[in-house]
C-alpha cells in the first residue's frame, strides 16, 4: 500500500513540475528551471522502480528500461546545469546528449531483446519494418529538412545527426512492433501496454524531432516548439516508465 501511495505522488509531482519546468525555462535555463526539471525527471524514475517492485517485474525488459529512465534522469541534469568552473559549457552538454543516446540504446534494446523472446525465428528487421523505415526516412530528407532549412555547422555535424535520425526512426518503429507483438501474445493487460507503448514511442519522435528543429531548424526562438518539445519529452519518459507496471517480457 505504501509503494502505491509514492507511485501516487510521483504522478502528482511529475503533473505539477513539468508545468513549472515549461514556466520557468522561458527564455533560458535558470536555477528554478533546473529545480523543476529535474523533480519532474525523479518522478518518472521512480514511477519505473516502483512500477517493479509493486508489480515483482524482475523482466529483462523491466530492468532495461530502468536504466534508460536513469541515463535520461542523468542527460536531463548534464543539459541544464550550470557548467563547471574552467570548462567549456558544450563539454557537459556533449556528455548529456551521450547519456541520452545510451539511453536510448538501452530502450532499443529493451524492445528488441523482448520482441524476440515473444517471436519464433525471429529477424531484426522484416520487410514490413524496412518499408516503414524508409518511408519515414525518404519523407524526413525530401519535405522536413528543405522546409526547414536545417543549418550544420560541418560535414561531421550533418553525418552525426543524420545517423542519428537513422537511430530514432529504428527506435520508433522498434517500440511499435515490440507493442503489436505484445499485445498479440495474449498477455494479461496487452492492450494497454500496446496503447502505452504506441503513444510513448510516438512522443518520443516528436520530442527529438522538434529538438533538432531548435538546433538547427533555425526555431530556437520558438515558444511553441519549445514547449511542444518539452511536453513530448516528459510524456513519453512518463509512459515509458508507466509501462513497467503492464509488461513482463
Not at 501516487?8 to 528551471?33: H, N, Q, R, T
Not at 550533418?158 to 530514432?168: G, P, R
Request: overall charge positive; aromatic content about 16%.
Amino acid at each position: 500500500m505504501g509503494m502505491k501511495v509514492l507511485l501516487g505522488i510521483c504522478y502528482i509531482l511529475f503533473f505539477i513540475f513539468v508545468p513549472l519546468y515549461d514556466k520557468a525555462y522561458w527564455p533560458e535555463p535558470s536555477k528554478k528551471s533546473l529545480s523543476c526539471k529535474m523533480i519532474a525527471a525523479t518522478a518518472f524514475v521512480g514511477i519505473g522502480v516502483l512500477g517493479m517492485f509493486i508489480t515483482n517485474n524482475s523482466s529483462q525488459y523491466a530492468n532495461l528500461m530502468i536504466v534508460g529512465l536513469l541515463l535520461g534522469w542523468l542527460g536531463d541534469l548534464l543539459m541544464h546545469i550550470p557548467h563547471p568552473p574552467g570548462k567549456p559549457r558544450m563539454s557537459v552538454v556533449y556528455i548529456g546528449a551521450s547519456g541520452f543516446l545510451v539511453g536510448h540504446i538501452f530502450y532499443v534494446t529493451a524492445f528488441v531483446k523482448s520482441t524476440a523472446t515473444l517471436t519464433e525465428n525471429y529477424k531484426f528487421f522484416s520487410l514490413p519494418e524496412f518499408i516503414a523505415f524508409a518511408v519515414i526516412f525518404i519523407a524526413f530528407a525530401l519535405t522536413l529538412e528543405p522546409v526547414f532549412k536545417f543549418k550544420y555547422e560541418n560535414k561531421f555535424m550533418k553525418v552525426t545527426l543524420h545517423l542519428y535520425s537513422v537511430f530514432l526512426i529504428v527506435m520508433l518503429i522498434k517500440a511499435c512492433v515490440f507493442a503489436v507483438t505484445y499485445y498479440k501474445s495474449g498477455a494479461e493487460n496487452g492492450i494497454w501496454a500496446m496503447i502505452i507503448l504506441l503513444v510513448g514511442a510516438v512522443f518520443f519522435f516528436v520530442s527529438d524531432l522538434t529538438l533538432g528543429l531548435r538546433l538547427i531548424g533555425g526555431a530556437k526562438g520558438n515558444k511553441t516548439i519549445k514547449t511542444v518539445s518539452l511536453y513530448a519529452y516528459f510524456i513519453a519518459q512518463l509512459l515509458l516508465a508507466t509501462s513497467i507496471l503492464f509488461i513482463k517480457a
